[in-house]
Nanobody, 113 residues
């Protein structure tokens, strides 16, 4: 059974940082590209960042380049999203997903003073 469990969200002030984690199970984690998505109320889902399985090549949305860093630990079946210089526009529910689909419950990120 494929599962994704996201954690690490919370309330942070503008300019602050958070580190999200996603533990995956039920598939061969190291083979698949993993991605973080986000969705804010009334907005479409946005692909934030992706990291390839074996090469660990990364890609980012223009809106987060230079501020967010995606990484993975294949030994722990975990993908991370380090977020810095957070802005109110970054507030959303963040989900992780594998390239074949699926997602977890998500973790809420709120950016507010």
């Amino acid at each position: 059974q494929v599962q994704f469990v996201e954690s690490g969200g919370g309330l942070v002030q503008p300019g602050g940082s958070l580190r999200l984690s996603c533990v995956a199970s039920g598939f061969i984690f190291s083979v698949y590209t993993m991605s973080w998505y986000r969705q804010a109320p009334g907005k479409e889902r946005e692909l934030v960042a992706s990291i390839a399985g074996t090469s660990s090549i990364t890609t980012y949305a223009d809106s987060v380049k230079g501020r967010f860093t995606i990484s993975r630990d294949n030994a722990k079946n975990t993908v991370y999203l380090q977020m810095t210089s957070l802005k109110p526009d970054d507030a959303a529910v963040y989900y992780c997903s594998a390239s074949f689909g699926g997602r977890g419950q998500g973790t809420q990120v709120t950016v507010s003073s």
